[in-house]
């Protein structure tokens, strides 16, 4: 309960729900097992993740930095000195508030010590922020500064008063314990930590927007790492969208016929609105990736997003190849993505020495799987267009952008080199509905925002 006002007093919402249910939940843990008790109060306290981070401060500054055993062996010996000390910084607060909060910190009381600091920063932050704000925040925290020396102060005096009442260790313990207390408060005054916060997000923004600008082929195995994880993050936040988009649309627009003829009970007023009870349309995604060299790299990071984002399209089916064409489709099914993309390089059953034909690629399309295509379809290609100067079968192309919803094409290639060398995009791009450069996550989630949402 101690530590529920220390929230509260630090602007961390808890209701009285809340903490009847962290109560009753405690019951069924071993609280001496801080893994477990950690676990149970955060998951009730902290519902957002600037609020976890809040949380995760206070759990440690209350359970761990102003615990009274954290520096003595001892309790009892500490408890007479630091009540004495509490009366004379109370005498001596008379109607400060700032001194009178601090002496309550000192005994292990921190609430009103944690409401006047947030008291302070929500000053602060209220405020127009300009030329002269870090004076402004220094002026508001000058009188809890000038209260914490006058604190350590009237600690020094009491020390000296007693020199011949208390054995030396005892007061040695003593003025450990209330020094060590004096430096967390000073500490939380002066280290800004909701600042410091918005700092760490703000590098990891800037570190993420970094990522997302290098080539995937470039990656280093950790950066590989960090980029799965802002795909996965991604995935959430389009995953959030897409839900309240079909959620909000799912009642469909008005139906003025049935709103009429309910009309004629309410003598002509419309007293009921009737709607058309259609949700929005998923899409049917079909691609075809070429898996040679660093291509491979961009398609398999697209195949990642795609199947994690299954439930916001209809249907995903995937076809890979080199010179000939396979579909995958069955081991997304059957497998986890990661380990879906792993034995497609090993049991696919396609020959990766071989040279890259485009054009035998789309004769074999068009008569094994010309089936999966339809207006309900959007077709994607992922590919450098490099087809070795063997024959592109455009109008093969041109076919399945008859028959499909939407044609798009994603080059993983910087865009400059479209159209040198072996490379077919001279011929393909005007066939195509859209043709993209897809190197790096940025491209990439650009691309998958606009077909989800």
């Known amino acids: 309960m101690q530590f529920t006002s220390c929230a509260r007093a630090s602007d961390l919402r808890i209701s009285t729900a809340e903490v009847k249910d962290c109560l009753s939940q405690i019951r069924l843990i071993d609280v001496l097992d801080e893994r477990q008790f950690n676990a149970v109060l955060r998951a009730n306290f902290a519902k957002s993740r600037r609020e976890q981070h809040r949380f995760d401060h206070l759990y440690h500054l209350f359970f761990h930095e102003l615990q009274v055993h954290a520096t003595a062996a001892d309790a009892d010996s500490l408890a007479t000195p630091v009540k004495a000390v509490h009366i004379a910084l109370q005498t001596a607060a008379k109607d400060q508030q700032e001194l009178t909060a601090i002496s309550e910190f000192i005994t292990g009381e921190p609430a009103a010590y944690l409401q006047l600091l947030q008291e302070v920063q929500s000053e602060g932050n209220s405020r127009r922020q300009g030329p002269g704000s870090n004076l402004g925040a220094l002026v508001r925290r000058f009188p809890i500064l000038r209260a914490l020396d006058r604190a350590a102060e009237l600690v020094d005096r009491y020390l000296e008063n007693h020199r011949d009442d208390l054995h030396w260790e005892v007061r040695q313990q003593i003025e450990r314990h209330l020094k060590h207390r004096i430096a967390v408060a000073r500490n939380l005054l002066t280290r800004e930590e909701a600042p410091e916060a918005d700092n760490v997000r703000r590098d990891a923004k800037k570190a993420n927007t970094a990522l997302g600008s290098r080539s995937f082929n470039a990656l280093s195995p950790s950066e590989t790492i960090r980029l799965r994880e802002a795909i996965d993050q991604l995935v959430r936040k389009l995953k959030d969208k897409a839900a309240l988009r079909y959620a909000t649309r799912s009642r469909g627009g008005l139906d003025v016929k049935k709103t009429l003829r309910r009309v004629a009970r309410y003598q002509g ?86 040279s890259t034909d485009y054009g035998l690629t789309l004769r074999q399309f068009r008569s094994r799987h010309m089936d999966a295509v339809t207006k309900k379809t959007t077709f994607i290609v992922i590919g450098d267009a490099r087809s070795n100067y063997a024959n592109p079968e455009s109008r093969i192309l041109e076919e399945i952008r008859d028959r499909c919803r939407r044609l798009i094409w994603l080059n993983p290639e910087t865009e400059q080199f479209w159209y040198t060398g072996d490379s077919e995009m001279r011929n393909y791009r005007p066939i195509c509905n859209e043709v993209r450069p897809c190197r790096n996550l940025n491209q990439l989630s650009a691309f998958i925002q606009g077909l989800v949402l």
């Open 269 to 354: 007023v419309p007293v009921e609105i009737v709607f058309r009870h259609k949700p929005p349309r998923k899409a049917r995604i079909v691609v075809l990736c070429d898996i040679s060299g660093s291509v491979w790299s961009s398609a398999k990071f697209m195949l990642n997003i795609l199947y994690s984002l299954q439930e916001c399209f209809e249907r995903v089916r995937s076809f890979v190849f080199v010179a000939e064409v396979a579909e995958v489709t069955l081991f997304f099914d059957d497998h986890g993505v990661e380990t879906a993309i792993e034995k497609i390089l090993t049991e696919a059953g396609i020959n990766y020495g071989a």
